[in-house]
T-cell receptor, first 112, second 114 residues
C-alpha cells in the first residue's frame, strides 16, 4: 500500500528565505506526483505535476523535483512571501486509473 | 471560468439526520472524486467515478453513498451522520488524458454534526 510522508509537519520562516519542503513515498512505481496548496478552510489548488518520466517542473518561484528511485520529491520555494503561507500537500498515483494518495501536508508560515 | 463548485460551503446537520452535499463542474472532466478531510489530516478518498463507472473505496463506511446523474453533477449522501463524520468534504475532477492530468478541487463543504 502506497504511503506518502511529508516532513516537516510545520515550518516557519522569515520573509525572503528560500525553503524546501520534502515528500517521500513508499512505492517508487508512481505514474505522477502532484504538489498542492491549501489555504485554511479552502479546497486544494494544484501547483505542479511531475510525470514519472520527468525530473522536475517549474512555475514561477516554485520548483518541484522528483527522484523516483529514492521515493522522494522536494518543493523549492524561492524568495518566500507572506502570501505563500498555506499548507502544501504532496500526492502520488500509481497509474492513470488510480486515485491520488496524499500526504498530510506541511503547514508553512512566512513571517513578514 | 471553468471550475468545480461545491454547495453549500457550510452545512450543519443533526446526529442521524440525512444530508446531501453537491458538486458541479464546468470542466467536462470524465472523473469525479469525493474526499473527506479532517483537521491536519490528508484527504481520504471516499469514492470516484470514471464516467458512470462507480468505484467505492474498501474502507468507505456504508453510511456514505454517492450519485452522479450526469457528467456535470455529483452528490454525496450521508444517510445517518455521526459526530465522527464532521469534516471538510472535497470534490475534485480530472480528465482521462494520461499522466498530465492534474486534479481540480472545489472549495469544499465544511460539515458540522450536532
Amino acid at each position: 500500500k502506497q504511503e506518502v510522508t511529508q516532513i516537516p509537519a510545520a515550518l516557519s520562516v522569515p520573509e525572503g528565505e528560500n525553503l524546501v519542503l520534502n515528500c517521500s513515498f513508499t512505492d517508487s512505481a508512481i505514474y505522477n506526483l502532484q504538489w498542492f496548496r491549501q489555504d485554511p478552510g479552502k479546497g486544494l489548488t494544484s501547483l505542479l505535476l511531475i510525470q514519472s518520466s520527468q525530473r522536475e517542473q517549474t512555475s514561477g518561484r516554485l520548483n518541484a523535483s522528483l527522484d523516483k528511485s529514492s521515493g522522494r520529491s522536494t518543493l523549492y520555494i524561492a524568495a518566500s512571501q507572506p502570501g505563500d503561507s498555506a499548507t502544501y500537500l504532496c500526492a502520488v498515483t500509481l497509474s492513470g486509473n488510480t486515485p491520488l494518495v496524499f500526504g498530510k501536508g506541511t503547514r508553512l508560515s512566512v513571517i513578514a | 471560468d471553468a471550475m468545480v463548485i461545491q454547495n453549500p460551503r457550510y452545512q450543519v446537520t443533526q446526529f442521524g439526520k440525512p444530508v446531501t452535499l453537491s458538486c458541479s463542474q464546468t470542466l467536462n472532466h470524465n472523473v469525479m472524486y469525493w474526499y473527506q478531510q479532517k483537521s491536519s489530516q490528508a484527504p481520504k478518498l471516499l469514492f470516484h467515478y470514471y464516467d458512470k463507472d462507480f468505484n467505492n473505496e474498501a474502507d468507505t463506511p456504508d453510511n456514505f453513498q454517492s450519485r452522479r446523474p450526469n457528467t456535470s453533477f455529483c452528490f454525496l449522501d450521508i444517510r445517518s451522520p455521526g459526530l465522527g463524520d464532521a469534516a471538510m468534504y472535497l470534490c475534485a475532477t480530472s480528465s482521462l488524458t494520461g499522466a498530465d492530468s492534474p486534479l481540480h478541487f472545489g472549495n469544499g463543504t465544511r460539515l458540522t454534526v450536532t
